[in-house]
């Protein structure tokens, strides 16, 4: 992995406000805790009890680098190891942007783990203790490793690098990220540090390991030296630990193909040229108009209010029927006047009390059951909280994640789903609404002089736009080239709407007669565009691993015309069903699927047992009773299965665990998995693809964002048109060596996320 240049800019006005604003949060946290002293007092004392149970072999304290030559026995060790040093920040936030360090550990084979102190204070009086390092120091000793090429191993890169960076003034390299490696190796488990290396490597120190339990009471700059040493040196021991056991199944020798393809291609084309593209997106950041916001506000507030005065409408109608005069006392005063619709109980006693409404035998007031009753009231509910979401969880929320620079900054997390996908958290910028569904979207914006909301744009107002690209029907395609159908890959190559050509094929009609549009005419056709619609909610539930009811619901038709449409499809597409048959397969008889390039999902719960039993009477059931049992339950509904197994249960003394919901969650994960795992795989190839694409960063082109198939980034007006051309030009290159299928490329550009087109905007001005 190459190494990154040193940040040698000079300082700032927004990186000194952003050094003003850490140092004054840190005042407060300062004042708040040295008015309580006994809280922190009793943490430390702890802290101390768990130094005896601590070896400090190989741990070194390092308080002064007057002379970087203090550092000539580690340099030396390094340079025999080849560079490979692990590295490790102590800071007092998880927000990369306005943690402040309070040192660093350092490790390389064969020598003790150090930590440099910087910033440790007294939580007695919050002045800063003597004798440590002073930042400048550090920053030459790192740049001393830099320049006899370390390889530096994180167990997150991404904090430490962004913490280094903003603290320090040096972007460092990374060569090697436990974290992510862990992941590719067993997404399945814990990947926090500690617990991984007590599982892999060893649990001597499970007693010194509970350090981390307490520094939650304790700012961590006010923990003591002498406490926070060994604690952080220990963390780049496991670190370096942890790194040479996952090089065991991690290399290009390894003789088993599926940890070579893990290794050569997720490992090392995938994952770890992403980490790079992460930081950067993170370190960019997103304009927001907070003036929209405001007016978004506004007027979700009056949709609220809207929508409330329906209900209470309602409400207030049914308070002279004979229900509502039955009421209980006690239901009466659980009642608030009004009616607080946050409130489950409340809003179960009008449904079910006062309407009748039937749920089963289930009071439930969530989304799926107040679906399930299709009333006007209930629709009325759901869209009220709907409306709640989008006003707490966006328009309010995302003005206060405004940085000092005036952008938002989120954690992008590129193993935040177990098939690859990225998450993102403070805020989640994932899980945005569509465009069709509301106007959040358009909260975000390319560049803070960007006229805010005006009906119209001149282009000299311009100074960055914004690029949308998204891959058209990414999954489908990826569906088309692991299944390898002939007609799917044929639509491909014709260049045809996918969803239309499946249409043709399940409805018997011609393609031109499943499209929303008749491509001669022009003219829109309501039953093509119905056709087209059934198909596409039909092909992504098959790939998501929707159930036949979800499948039913979206398509508005009952169970069994919905399982009709879906055997017709598999009729049509026999060899899309074999494939769905052949993952299944595979994931049972090896545990795991895999994606386009090698990805593994595991899913252990499709090899359990139908039924397990257990309990005192379990030890004297043969083979052929359990069997037995096995085939009184199956093929009973809900209920009678339900009542079933508890009268076997009390003939026998026993516990019988069903499994059959697992296996059938796992089986449809297999084949979600393998979709979205390899459109993961492409999305991120094009990601890094780009993102390092020098002739794009010359244009100025900056991606900030991914959600799911689409990239979005910022470039100079004046040179969209070029790289609107050179991105669908990389993205459609990028996943080439893993999938023959041609990829396709939409684009948008405009000054806001799903705002008006440029070109719209620019004629109205």
């Not at 919050?126 to 390889?151: S, Y």
């Not at 460092?172 to 814990?190: G, K, M, R």
């Not at 007027?299 to 109608?317: V, W």
């Not at 107002?461 to 690209?469: E, P």
Request: overall charge neutral; proline content about 3%; glycine content about 4%.
């Amino acid at each position: 992995m190459a190494l990154f240049k040193i940040d040698t800019n000079k300082t700032t006005k927004a990186s000194i406000k952003e050094k003003l604003k850490k140092v004054n949060s840190h005042k407060k946290v300062t004042r708040k805790y040295l008015t309580n002293g006994n809280k922190v007092q009793n943490a430390i004392s702890k802290l101390k009890m768990l130094m005896c149970d601590f070896d400090l072999t190989g741990l070194k304290c390092v308080r002064s680098l007057k002379t970087l030559e203090v550092m000539d026995d580690f340099i030396l060790q390094l340079r025999k190891n080849g560079g490979i040093m692990s590295i490790d920040c102590e800071a007092t936030s998880l927000d990369e942007m306005t943690a402040i360090m309070v040192g660093v550990s350092i490790h390389t084979m064969g020598t003790d783990s150090i930590y440099i102190p910087i910033n440790h204070i007294s939580y007695m009086s919050g002045t800063r203790i003597k004798n440590q390092v002073k930042p400048e120091n550090l920053k030459k000793l790192l740049q001393k490793f830099v320049a006899e090429g370390a390889k530096f191993i994180y167990h997150n890169a991404s904090y430490d690098i962004r913490v280094i960076k903003h603290n320090l003034g040096i972007e460092l390299s990374y060569y090697w990220d436990t974290l992510i490696a862990s992941f590719i190796l067993n997404e399945n488990e814990s990947h926090s540090l500690k617990d991984l290396y007590t599982k892999y490597i060893s649990d001597s120190d499970k007693k010194a390991l509970k350090f981390n339990q307490l520094f939650k009471d304790i700012p961590t700059d006010f923990v003591p030296i002498e406490l926070m040493f060994p604690y952080a040196a220990k963390d780049t021991i496991m670190t370096s630990e942890l790194y040479k056991f996952q090089q065991q199944f991690l290399n290009e020798n390894v003789e088993k193909q599926d940890l070579k393809d893990l290794y050569l291609n997720v490992l090392k084309k995938v994952e770890f040229p992403v980490i790079q593209t992460t930081i950067n997106m993170e370190e960019r950041g997103i304009y927001i108009d907070q003036e929209f916001a405001s007016q978004l506000k506004v007027k979700y507030g009056e949709m609220l209010k809207g929508i409330e005065s329906e209900i209470y409408a309602i409400i207030d109608s049914l308070k002279n029927s004979s229900k509502w005069l039955a009421l209980s006392r006690d239901q009466l005063n659980s009642l608030d006047n009004p009616v607080n619709l946050s409130s489950p109980k409340q809003v179960a006693i009008i449904l079910f009390d006062v309407l009748g409404y039937s749920n089963g035998k289930s009071r439930s007031t969530a989304v799926g059951a107040l679906k399930s009753i299709d009333k006007e009231i209930t629709n009325l509910i759901l869209s009220h909280r709907g409306v709640e979401k989008l006003i707490s969880t966006y328009v309010e929320k995302l003005p206060e994640a405004i940085d000092l620079d005036g952008k938002i900054h989120a954690n992008l997390n590129q193993i935040g789903t177990d098939t690859g996908r990225y998450s993102s958290s403070n805020p989640n910028l994932q899980n945005i609404p569509s465009r069709k569904a509301t106007d959040i979207r358009r909260i975000f914006v390319a560049d803070k002089h960007v006229p805010k909301f005006l009906k119209t744009l001149n282009a000299s107002d311009l100074v960055n736009v914004m690029i949308g690209a998204d891959y058209s029907q990414q999954e489908p395609r990826t569906l088309a080239y692991m299944s390898k159908d002939k007609a799917l890959l044929e639509s491909y190559k014709l260049n045809r709407d996918i969803y239309a050509t499946i249409g043709s094929f399940v409805y018997d009609m011609p393609y031109e007669n499943c499209l929303e549009f008749h491509p001669e005419t022009n003219e829109m056709q309501p039953e093509g565009n119905k056709r087209r619609d059934a198909m596409k909610t039909v092909v992504l539930g098959i790939m998501y691993g929707r159930g036949i009811n979800s499948i039913a619901e979206q398509l508005k038709v009952d169970y069994k015309k919905a399982q009709q449409i879906i055997d017709l499809f598999y009729a049509k597409f026999p060899t899309v069903k074999q494939w769905i048959e052949d993952t299944i397969y595979m994931a049972k008889q090896t545990g795991y699927v895999t994606t386009i390039t090698g990805r593994k999902r595991r899913l252990p719960d499709i090899n359990l047992p139908d039924y397990e039993f257990t309990g005192p009477g379990a030890e004297n059931l043969n083979h052929e009773k359990r069997i037995s049992m096995a085939q009184q339950i199956d093929g009973l509904w809900y209920e009678e299965k339900a009542i079933k197994k508890k009268e076997l249960e009390q003939k026998y003394n026993i516990e019988i665990k069903d499994n059959g919901g697992f296996i059938a969650h796992a089986e449809r994960q297999a084949v979600n998995s393998r979709i979205q795992g390899s459109a993961a795989d492409i999305t991120k190839l094009a990601m890094s693809t780009v993102d390092n694409d020098k002739v794009l960063q010359d244009w100025g082109y900056e991606m900030f964002l991914c959600v799911h198939d689409e990239l979005l980034g910022t470039c100079p007006y004046t040179n969209v048109e070029k790289v609107k051309a050179r991105v669908v030009q990389l993205m459609m290159e990028a996943p080439k060596e893993f999938i023959t299928v041609p990829m396709k490329v939409d684009l948008e550009v405009s000054v806001r996320w799903y705002g008006e087109e440029l070109e719209e905007l620019l004629k109205t001005g």
